[in-house]
Nanobody
């Protein structure tokens, strides 16, 4: 019953910016954590940023200083502000969430992904 929907991807030139959104909906009791991952062709999916409820945001070294993740807990929505984009940032970006659908029952959910393409 839980669904994650990403939006905001697109084509941008190197040095540009994009803002991704991830909205979680459905039978949500609470959200333990939300994160962003990405996967480029021929590469495994990698962590971009993750935030645990009540904790700090952790970023992959390759995006530190350029990307900022934020959450609107009231809306069950996560954002990823991506600045100073590089061609190597090109990938499908996926939203991830660890969600309690009931007390003591947590599951991991994934969005469908949104394409980010950074041109030279």
């Amino acid at each position: 019953q839980v669904q994650l929907v990403e939006s905001g991807g697109g084509l941008v030139q190197a040095g540009g910016s994009l803002r991704l959104s991830c909205a979680a909906s459905g039978s949500i009791f609470s959200i333990n954590a939300m994160g962003w991952y990405r996967q480029a062709p021929g590469k495994q999916r990698e962590l971009v940023a993750v935030v645990i409820k009540g904790g700090n945001t952790n970023y992959a070294d390759i995006v530190k200083g350029r990307f900022t993740m934020s959450r609107d807990n009231a809306k069950n929505t996560a954002y990823l502000q991506m600045n100073s984009l590089k061609p190597e940032d090109t990938a499908v970006y996926y939203c991830n969430a660890n969600i309690n659908t009931g007390r003591g029952h947590a599951n991991v959910y994934w969005g469908q992904g949104t394409q980010v393409t950074v041109s030279s």
